[in-house]
């Protein structure tokens, strides 16, 4: 079918852009990225933060352990953060391709593909872990749902133990995700199996849960975060406005052309992406980019929506019969929605690199602001005002580390306004006493930067 080839095609073409695009613009060094690409840099990511979140250790061992060990054999610290990225952006390729090799329906991989081309992009560039529990669902229904020799189930338990423990949303899709194949044709097999390759999954969750206690200033703040995670308000975004106004254009202008197929299909999707251009280059005021944090939501709830929806395809027990005229519709509209991802994702792009720039001319300069609090610090107040909406203050010294050749920058760019620490003094100064790849003077100026705010 022409639809289910365009959404594998469009799939295909997102894996592929994510991690080209995510390297060549240091996505990952956006929001909470820099300070992970920094423990991966500083070879302690789990002290600077996964253990206070010890149940998504899937995120950190498959991502961040690779590229600390690759900065401890080379002695390259970059390129250890570089294989960190790669690795992150690569997921959803990887994920997809496992799908599409393990799922003997031809059905699953199809919702997977729809799964990857519309909710990835929402997301793209905020390091979130459940990114890698969303690369893991798919694959573990595609291997749950046949039942089959030995390899299948170790495969099915390792792919429901990452989406696990990628992050608490993720546990809720491996828990749902058993229970979806009440609906598979042999499903008295499937899920006694199924249940039993989870059992390693919740193990390792619970054990996780109970051994590792985070520490309590990062414990209380992320309570309350987690209190947001469910607030309805992070589904309206720009982009999901955006999104509806131009398929309501899209839509309207196929009703008032009244003419069907390829023709009318064309001409509505033309004033559509018409409109959004006019949008965008005189009228636009906004930036999708914070809210790649809140669209999380959409994406915890979308993702079991589409896995119910290819199991009762996979089982049969709906057949969906389009008339061959609804076909160029939905082509259209999904033309519409990929244009959307696409204008909102080179819009971000383009302003992130045009800040990554300016903190690493500000790094290097000689400007200092010892009202911080050291003599090497400098404010980034000095920053062009236009890139406010992509300032994580929290970070902002660690993207001044990360955003430098050789990660040795003479000055440590730090927010005035970060009310929030993400490590402690101890925690700075054994890691600035140990051997590391990355330069001394680097985790000396971290450190003091940490013993100024937390003891």
């Known amino acids: 079918m022409r639809l289910s080839r365009a959404v594998v095609a469009l799939a295909i073409a997102w894996c ?63 390129a250890g953060g570089a294989l ?78 990452i989406t696990a423990c990628s992050h608490e949303a993720g546990l809720l899709w491996a828990i749902g995700l058993v229970g979806l194949l009440v609906l598979a044709p042999d499903w008295r097999r499937a899920l006694p199996r199924g249940a039993l390759a989870l059992l390693p999954g919740l193990a390792l969750w619970a054990g996780l849960k109970w051994l590792v206690v985070p520490d309590p200033y990062v414990a209380e703040v992320m309570a309350r975060v987690a209190l947001t995670f469910a607030d309805p308000w992070n589904l309206v975004t720009s982009l999901t406005v ?20 390829w023709p009318g299909v064309g001409a509505a999707a033309g004033i559509a992406a018409a409109a959004l251009l006019v949008w965008w280059l005189f009228l636009d005021p906004t930036l999708h980019a914070w809210a790649r944090y809140h669209l999380r939501t959409l994406m915890a709830l979308a993702v079991p929506m589409l896995a119910f929806l290819a199991a009762l395809r996979a089982r049969g027990v709906v057949e969906w019969r389009r008339p061959p005229r609804w076909v160029p519709v939905l082509i259209g509209a999904l033309g519409v929605t990929t244009l959307v991802q696409i204008g909102e994702t080179a819009k971000f792009v383009a302003l992130w690199r045009g800040y990554v720039a300016e903190v690493r001319v500000l790094a290097l300069s000689g400007e200092r602001d010892p009202v911080l609090g050291d003599a090497e610090f400098v404010s980034s107040a000095r920053l062009p005002a236009r890139y406010e909406r992509l300032t994580w203050h929290s970070t902002t010294p660690f993207l001044s580390v990360m955003a430098v050749p050789g990660l040795a920058p003479p000055r440590l760019v730090v927010d005035p306004a970060a009310n929030y620490f993400w490590f402690g003094c101890a925690t700075a100064a054994a890691n600035a006493s140990a051997r590391r790849a990355l330069p001394a003077e680097t985790r000396e100026r971290v450190r003091r930067y940490a013993c100024l705010h937390r003891r």
Do not use: K, M
Not at 96 to 120: E, M, Y
Not at 252 to 258: I, P
């Open 84 to 161: 960190y990225a790669a690795l992150f952006f690569a997921a959803p390729g990887i994920g997809l391709a496992v799908t599409w090799f393990a799922d003997r329906t031809g059905v699953i991989r199809l919702w997977a593909a729809a799964s990857f081309a519309l909710l990835c992009p929402l997301v793209f560039g905020f390091p979130t872990e459940l990114w890698i529990g969303h690369a893991a669902f798919w694959p573990a229904l595609a291997l749950c749902w046949t039942v089959g020799g030995g390899w299948r189930w170790a495969g099915a338990a390792a792919a429901l133990a």
């Open 242 to 261: 955006t999104l509806l106004a131009a398929l309501a254009v899209y839509a309207a202008a196929l009703f008032l052309l009244e003419r069907g197929g």
């Open 16 to 78: 592929v852009a994510f991690p080209v695009v995510g390297l060549w613009a240091q996505l990952h060094l956006f929001a909470d990225g820099a300070l992970f690409a920094y423990g991966v840099a500083a070879q302690d990511g789990w002290a600077f933060h996964f253990c206070n979140i010890p149940t998504r250790a899937a995120a950190f061992l498959l991502t961040s352990v690779p590229g600390q060990l690759w900065a401890r054999l080379s002695g390259d610290a970059e």
